[in-house]
C-alpha cells in the first residue's frame, strides 16, 4: 500500500491546473463573444463616434447618457415599447393559458389543433409581418370582409390610433402558440393521480386549477413570461416590417428607436447608449419577475 | 357507516372488458380486502367505487341510495392512493386539511382535526414539511392522515403499503387495523399481499380476470377454498398441488397413497391433492408422503423443507428444532382434516371428508 502511496501523488497535483486547462476554451469562447463586444459597446456609447466620421470620437463619459435620460424621443420610445409589453405578455399569457387548458382535455380532434398551433410559431417574424401587413392594408383582406358587414375600411397600420393596436395582433397570433406549448408542457408533469386527489378532497375542476395545477405549473408560466417579456422589451422585426415605427412614432419601440440613431441618423456613440438603456431595463424587469412572481411560490403553500 | 353495494358491475376499457359483471355487499363497518393477482381489475373496482372511473354498467349503492353516476364530491370517500398523489406544493397540514378546507370548515375545526390525526399518525413534528422533504413512510402516514381527517362514509385504500419495507408494512398495518377499530368506517383494502388481507380483513374479496373467485372470512378461505385458484392464493407459502388418481378405494400419488371412501354419488377417476405446507409434518413411519430433501430453509421459529416427491417439489413447514439433511429420504404424515381435493378439470373444490 505505501509503495502505491505516492503514485497516486502526482496526477493529484495535477488537479491544481488541470481543470482550468480544461474550461479554458469555454472561458475563451466566451469571453471574445460576449465580454469583449459587450466591453466594446460600452466604450462606445461614452464616445462621440459617428458614422462618417471614424477617428474623431472622443471619450465624452456619460454624457450620451445624461442626453438620453433628457430626450423626449427616449421617454416616448419607452412608453411605447413598455405597453406594448404590458399588452402582449398579458393577452399571450391568459391566452396561451386558456388554450393550453383546452388542448390537454380529451377533446374530438384535439391532435389536428395541437398541429395547427404550431404553425404561426414557424413562420419566420418576416414573412408574418409581411403578410399580416398585405391583411391589413386600406385595401387589403381584413377591409375587404369587414365591408360585408358594412363596416367602413379602416387605415389599420397607417392610423395612430390602431397601428400598436394591430401590432399587438399580430404578435398575438404569432407568439401564442409558443406560450402554448410552454404552458402545455408544463400541464403534463402535473400528476394524474394528484388532480383525483383533489376530486376525491371535493374540489370543483375551478378549485382544481388555481388551488393544485396552477401552483404547480407556476414556475413553468414564470419561465413562459420572461422570455415573452426579455423578447418584447427587444421587439424589433415585427415593428420594422409592418410600421417602421410610424405612424407619428406611435409605434416606434426603443429598440427601433437605438437602431434608428445609430444607423439612420449615424450617431454611434448616442444610438449605443439607448440600447445600452435598453439593456439595463431588461435586466431590471427580468430579476423584478423572478423576484416578485417566482418569488411568492412558497408563500402559497403557507397561505 | 354506510352499506356498499355493488350490483352487476361492469367495465369495459374500449373493446377490452376489464369486470365483465360483479356483485359484492359490504356490510356497514365492514374491512374488506381485495386480493388478486396483478391486472386482474383490483383498482378498477375500487376507482369506480370511488367515482373516478365511470361504472360501464350495473349501480353502485351506498346505503341504499345510487352514486353510480354521482362525483367523488358527493360520494364522500376518502381514499389513500398507492402512490400518495400528496400536493407537491403544500404542506404537510395543508395536504391533511386541504378537503376541510374546500367544504368551509371554520379555521378552529380545521385546526384541531389536523392536531388529532397528526397526533395519531406522530406527525406533529412534520406538520410544515412538504411532502418532498418526507420519507416513504411519512408520506405514507400524510396520506392516511388526508384520508383520516374527514369522517368520510367510506375509506378506501389502495395497496397503500406496497412501498414500505418490510419492517414499516408490519407497523402501518397495525396501525390501520387499530383505526379501523377505532373509527370503524367501513373500508375497502386493495392489496395483493395476503398476509395483509389475513390479517386486516373482515371479509376478503378475492379476484381473478375481473371476477370474484369466492367471498369470506379470512379463515373460511384459508380452510376451505373455493377452489384452486384461491387455495393457491391464501396462504404463504402456497399450497402444493399434487396430482392423484382415484382407484380401489385408495388415493395414489406419486410419493404415497391415502385410503379413500367412494363418494356414492360422484366418481372422479384424477384428482388434484392441495396440502398447506404447514399442515405436513415429520414422521417415522413410512406413512403420507416419502421424498427426498432438496433443501433445508430454517428461518428461526420454522424450517422449511423442499422435498422432491417423484418429480414434482413439495414444501413442508416444519417446526424449528426439526433437523434435517439434503438427499435423505424423509416421511411426512398428512392429517386427512386438513387435505383438500380439487377437480383438474375446472379447479372446483370436491367434497374430500372421504380421504381417510
Ligand atoms: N385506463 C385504462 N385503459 C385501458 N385499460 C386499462 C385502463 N386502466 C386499467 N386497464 C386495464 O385493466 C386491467 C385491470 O387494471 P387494474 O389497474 O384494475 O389492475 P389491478 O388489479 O389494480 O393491478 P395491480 O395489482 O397491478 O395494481 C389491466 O389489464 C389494465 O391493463
Ligand atoms: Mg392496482
Known amino acids: 500500500m505505501t509503495a502505491i502511496a505516492p503514485a497516486w501523488g502526482r496526477p493529484l497535483s495535477r488537479t491544481g491546473w488541470l481543470p482550468y486547462l480544461l474550461v479554458a476554451p469555454v472561458v475563451l469562447m466566451l469571453g471574445g463573444l460576449l465580454v469583449w463586444p459587450w466591453v466594446v459597446g460600452l466604450w462606445t456609447s461614452m464616445t462621440s463616434l459617428r458614422i462618417g466620421h471614424w477617428g474623431q470620437e472622443q471619450f465624452i463619459g456619460l454624457s450620451n447618457y445624461i442626453d438620453v435620460l433628457g430626450s423626449h424621443a427616449f421617454w416616448q420610445s419607452l412608453r411605447v415599447t413598455g405597453l406594448f409589453a404590458v399588452l402582449c405578455v398579458a393577452s399571450e399569457m391568459s391566452l396561451g393559458l386558456g388554450l393550453a387548458l383546452l388542448l390537454n382535455r380529451k377533446l374530438p380532434g384535439r391532435n389536428i389543433f395541437r398541429t395547427l398551433f404550431i404553425i404561426p410559431f414557424m413562420v419566420p417574424t418576416v414573412v408574418c409581418g409581411l403578410i399580416w401587413r398585405q391583411l391589413l392594408e386600406v385595401r387589403g383582406v381584413a377591409n375587404y370582409l369587414l365591408s360585408f358587414i358594412g363596416l367602413g375600411p379602416a387605415s389599420w397600420l397607417s392610423s395612430s390610433d390602431s397601428a400598436l393596436a394591430s401590432l399587438l395582433l399580430i404578435d398575438i397570433w404569432q407568439t401564442t402558440p409558443q406560450v402554448v406549448i410552454l404552458v402545455f408542457a408544463a400541464l403534463q408533469i402535473v400528476p394524474k393521480d394528484v388532480l383525483e386527489a383533489a376530486r376525491i378532497d371535493g374540489a370543483t375542476a375551478w378549485q382544481t386549477f388555481w388551488r393544485v395545477t396552477f401552483p404547480i405549473i407556476r414556475p413553468y408560466l414564470v419561465v413562459a413570461m420572461l422570455i415573452r417579456t426579455i423578447e418584447l422589451l427587444q421587439v424589433l422585426d415585427i415593428v420594422m416590417v409592418a410600421t417602421q415605427g410610424g405612424p407619428a412614432n406611435a409605434t416606434m419601440v426603443l429598440h427601433l428607436h437605438a437602431y434608428r440613431e445609430t444607423f439612420i441618423s449615424g450617431f454611434l456613440g448616442y444610438g449605443t447608449a439607448v440600447a445600452y438603456v435598453l439593456g439595463f431595463i431588461v435586466v431590471l424587469v427580468s430579476i423584478a419577475i423572478v423576484r416578485w412572481i417566482g418569488g411568492t411560490q412558497s408563500d402559497e403553500a403557507r397561505a | ?356
Open chain 2, 1 to 356: 357507516m354506510t352499506r356498499v353495494e355493488l350490483r352487476g358491475l361492469r367495465k369495459d376499457f374500449g373493446r377490452v372488458t376489464v369486470v365483465p359483471d360483479l356483485d359484492l355487499t359490504i356490510d356497514a363497518g365492514e374491512f374488506v380486502a381485495l386480493v388478486g393477482p396483478s391486472g386482474c381489475g383490483k383498482s378498477t373496482v375500487l376507482r369506480m367505487v370511488a367515482g373516478l372511473e365511470p361504472v360501464t354498467r350495473g349501480s353502485i349503492t351506498f346505503d341504499g341510495r345510487d352514486v353510480s353516476y354521482s362525483d367523488p364530491k358527493e360520494r364522500n370517500v376518502a381514499m389513500v392512493f398507492q402512490s400518495y398523489a400528496l400536493y407537491p406544493h403544500m404542506t404537510v397540514a395543508k395536504n391533511m386539511s386541504f378537503n376541510l378546507e374546500l367544504a368551509g370548515r371554520t379555521a378552529d375545526e380545521i385546526e384541531r382535526a389536523v392536531q388529532n390525526a397528526a397526533s395519531l399518525l406522530r406527525l406533529e413534528d412534520l406538520l410544515d414539511r412538504k411532502p418532498n422533504q418526507l420519507s416513504g413512510g411519512q408520506r405514507q402516514r400524510v396520506a392516511m392522515g388526508r384520508a383520516m381527517v374527514r369522517n368520510p362514509a367510506l375509506f378506501l385504500f389502495d395497496e397503500p403499503l406496497s412501498n414500505l419495507d418490510a419492517q414499516l408494512r408490519v407497523k402501518m398495518r397495525s396501525e390501520i387495523k387499530l383505526l379501523h377499530r377505532k373509527l370503524n368506517i367501513t373500508t375497502i383494502y386493495v392489496t395483493h399481499d395476503q398476509i395483509e388481507a389475513m390479517t386486516l380483513a373482515d371479509k376478503i374479496v378475492v379476484l381473478n380476470d375481473g371476477r370474484i373467485e369466492q367471498v369470506g372470512r379470512p379463515m373460511e378461505l384459508y380452510a376451505r377454498p373455493a377452489n384452486r385458484f384461491v387455495a393457491e392464493f391464501i396462504g404463504s407459502p402456497a399450497m402444493n398441488m399434487i396430482p392423484a388418481s382415484l382407484c380401489d378405494r385408495k388415493l395414489v400419488f406419486s410419493g404415497g397413497e391415502m385410503g379413500y371412501a367412494y363418494p356414492p354419488e360422484e366418481r372422479q377417476q384424477e384428482v388434484i391433492l392441495g396440502l398447506r405446507p404447514e399442515h405436513l409434518s415429520l414422521s417415522d413411519q413410512p406413512t403420507g408422503i416419502t421424498g427426498n430433501v432438496t433443501l433445508v430453509e430454517p428461518t428461526g421459529a420454522q424450517t422449511s423443507l423442499l422435498l422432491d416427491v417423484g418429480g414434482s417439489s413439495v414444501v413442508a413447514v416444519l417446526d424449528g428444532t426439526v433437523t434435517a439433511e439434503v438427499d435423505r429420504e424423509v416421511f411426512l404424515a398428512i392429517d386427512p382434516a386438513n387435505v383438500h381435493l380439487f377437480d383438474p378439470r375446472d379447479g372446483k373444490r370436491l367434497p374430500q371428508e372421504c380421504v381417510f
